[in-house]
Every structure is written in C-alpha cells, then in structure tokens.
C-alpha cells in the first residue's frame, strides 16, 4: 500500500493512507543505504507487518526543516521580537529557490511598530513584492488558504517568530504551545520540537522547529547570484560577473542607484562569503 509519512518520533513512522494512520517502523536496509525517511515521503508499506518497504521518488528534500515533496514554503517573518533580520529572510528565499519550493513570506508582528517603523518595513515589504515574491501578513486567512490549497506546504523561520501562533489560527483545535520571547537572548524559545504534516482543509501544512541561523553552505558561491530575482535582468560587462568587485557592474550600479534594496545587496555578499570559506575549507 502507498501512503505519505505525516509524523516521525524516534524510529516510529507515522504513515496516512487512505484516511487512515498506520504507525510504522522502517526496513534496516534505509539504514544500511544511508536513506532517512522523511516527514513528507510518499513509501509503499506492508499495512499488516506495519513496516515501510520503499521510499519513492522525492521531488525535493530539505534537511532543515527535515522535509520531503513539498510545494511551498511559508517563511513567517517577524518584524520585531524578535526583530527582522534581512540576511536570515534572504537566506530562507535562496534555500527554498535551489530546492525549487515556491516561497510565501508572512509578516507577523507588524502590530508592534511605531509609525517610523511601519514606513519603514513598508518599502521593504513593498521591495519585494516588486521583484516577484508573495509577501502576506498573518492575520490574512483567506488569502493564504488561496495560495495553498491543494498543496503541501510547511512553515519555517526565526524562533519566536510566530509559526505556531499562524497554525492556531489555522487549526484552533491543535492548540500548540507559544512561548514567550526571551529579552535577554534577544530571541524567542523553541516551541515545535519535530516535523509534523497537519490537514488544513484539502492542504497538507507542517509546522516545524525555529532556528536562529541558517546555512546555505551546500550552493556553489558562484552560483548565488542566480537566485537573487534582480540581478536576472543586469547584463554585466561579464557573462561570468559576480557582482562584487567588478567595474561596470550593472548590479553594482542599481544598488548605488537605489534600484536594487542595499539590504537585499548586502545579503548576497555575506552569503558569498560565507560559501566560500565553506568550500574553501572542505578542500583542505
């Protein structure tokens, strides 16, 4: 029988089919393959020896959040407790970009700014709107439900940021637990503890465990620029320009002309950076 993996504790596979959940274990051969079933994984399993006989196919995985075959991912992004940070939202929409997962942003907390604030975040916000990005705010239900409908979808970002509280008001029933933000850490304390797909209507949405950081060491540093959305459109007087130090570059150009968001800009130079002392280091 095929069914979809819904929740994983220790070496207990939770499998959904056909309206039913089977708590299953997994054949040692995945071990000995080095394969690790997934939240997400679509697995043909022997429903009376209750033991997962084939994972198939992914069409994509993460390994944080440990995920697999989903269609979108919802960065719940917080303005302020904790406070935004650019680089950790770039980083996100790079990650979703090279797994090819189609990225939502979600604004949550946009209720705590003073009016300097809220001009502020609001031509940010509006910045990425203009280069294609679906930008919601969470209290925005029903748009939401129209985005992900039909899809498997999983929420991800900061601690504390407010994923848990958004799949409240998805799933009141649920009633996960929300705690406070910590004000001498400067961040929020982690709630979500494991992976767990929940039906939303006719979509499938996971919560998952927050992070204060995020790799994206696994990108070739030459490759970054490909999933910045501005900088498709700059022709450089390189095919092969890297947007850092090179003269006439349009890249460079935009960002001193206001075109491209300094912000967005200097994520990228970081992101570089840090790939490359990766790739650097992993040779030695």
Do not use: W
Not at 91 to 113: A, G, H, R, W
Not at 254 to 270: A, F, G, P, Q
Request: aromatic fraction near 8%; charged fraction near 25%; charge should be neutral.
């Amino acid at each position: 029988m095929e069914g979809i993996i819904t929740k994983i504790i220790s070496n207990s596979y939770q499998v959904e089919a056909n309206n039913t959940i089977y708590n299953c274990h997994a054949r040692g051969k995945f071990r000995n393959n080095n394969l690790t079933p997934l939240v997400g994984d679509k697995v043909v399993f022997n429903e009376s020896e209750l033991q997962i006989n084939e994972i198939l196919p992914r069409k994509n995985k993460l390994l944080r959040p440990m995920i697999a075959n989903v269609d979108i991912g919802i960065i719940v992004t917080s303005l302020k407790e904790p406070d935004y940070s650019s680089l950790l939202l770039d980083k996100m929409l790079v990650n979703l970009e090279y797994n090819n997962i189609k990225p939502i942003i979600c604004i949550t907390k946009s209720d705590l700014l003073d009016n300097n604030e809220s001009n502020t975040y609001k031509e940010i916000i509006d910045y990425y709107k203009k280069i294609g990005y679906i930008v919601i705010y969470n209290n925005e239900i029903d748009k939401l439900y129209e985005l992900i409908k039909n899809k498997i979808v999983f929420l991800t970002g900061q601690t504390g940021a407010g994923k848990s509280t958004l799949m409240n008001k998805l799933l009141p029933d649920l009633n996960l637990e929300i705690n406070e933000i910590s004000h001498a850490l400067g961040r929020g304390k982690h709630t979500t503890r494991h992976v767990e797909l929940y039906h939303y209507k006719d979509a499938l949405i996971a919560d998952t465990p927050g992070f204060g950081a995020l790799d994206i060491n696994m990108i070739d540093p030459k490759e970054l620029k490909y999933y910045f959305k501005e900088f498709k459109n700059n022709e450089c007087k390189y095919r092969d320009c890297m947007h850092i130090n090179e003269n006439n570059c349009k890249v460079i150009d935009d960002v001193n002309n206001n075109i491209i968001l300094r912000s967005r800009y200097d994520s990228y130079k970081k992101m570089v950076i840090e790939c490359e002392n990766f790739h650097i280091y992993s040779k030695k």
